[in-house]
């Protein structure tokens, strides 16, 4: 028989739903109030754009803290800060596409030949959308292999939204032009957490940090073994 684990939510799901959750809200007074600035369109698209980005990014932090805390209940806010990322990213692109050029397709298309960030947006929203679509369990069993390579896409979607964020801002990371700060603090956070889970660097990590009380028994015993041992011999991550 195929017995469900009953689902429990602990305050640490709860604190990330209502951190993915409490931006919209607060978002959808602004513009109910009229308090979104002289330029509510670019206001609400830029915000949305930032949480978006920001989601992503906590949704790709979730696997190196695991790294580092052992804390295995992290692992399960994977899922929903990612889909919380794509529904900002979508309604996003809702105001830009819906609210700002009122799904006229001409305009867009014109545009597109000057706004080279669209071009960077656009790629990473077909990536998110293609996540998302398959972030179901029955896709997920169906799909095999093929669920994990193209799961891996979502560091490229967080590249290209890095890029599309440095574009927007008219900035050059190499003239250190524009206000590239927000994008290059993102753009190097991301990058750390890329290289946590390279397997040398993601070992050369655990074997230096103490073991938590809290780790799994089997990977407890396996990593206080491997002390001083060779890199690459620990239980692989979740
Ligand atoms: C078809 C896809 C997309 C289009 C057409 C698009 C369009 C735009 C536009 C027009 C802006 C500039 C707003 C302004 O300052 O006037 C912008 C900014 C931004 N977008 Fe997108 N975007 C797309 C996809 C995405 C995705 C998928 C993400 C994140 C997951 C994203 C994140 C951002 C961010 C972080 C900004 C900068 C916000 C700021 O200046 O603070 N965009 N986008």
Known sequence: MNARKPFRMTRLHLAAHLAALVPLAWLAVDALTGSLTANPIQAATQRAGLYALSLLTASLACTPIHIVTHYGPILKLRKPLGLYAFMYAALHVFIVVGVDYAFVWEFLLEDLGEKRYIFAG???FIILSALAATSFKKIK?????????LHKLVYLAAGLVVLHFTWVVKGSVERLAGDILQPVLFGTGLAVLLAMRVPRIKNAIRQRLPVPRWAPPGQRAAQLKNRGGPAGSLPPDL
């Open 141 to 149: 069993r169906r799909m095999g292999k093929r669920w994990k390579q």
């Open 122 to 124: 656009l790629g990473a």
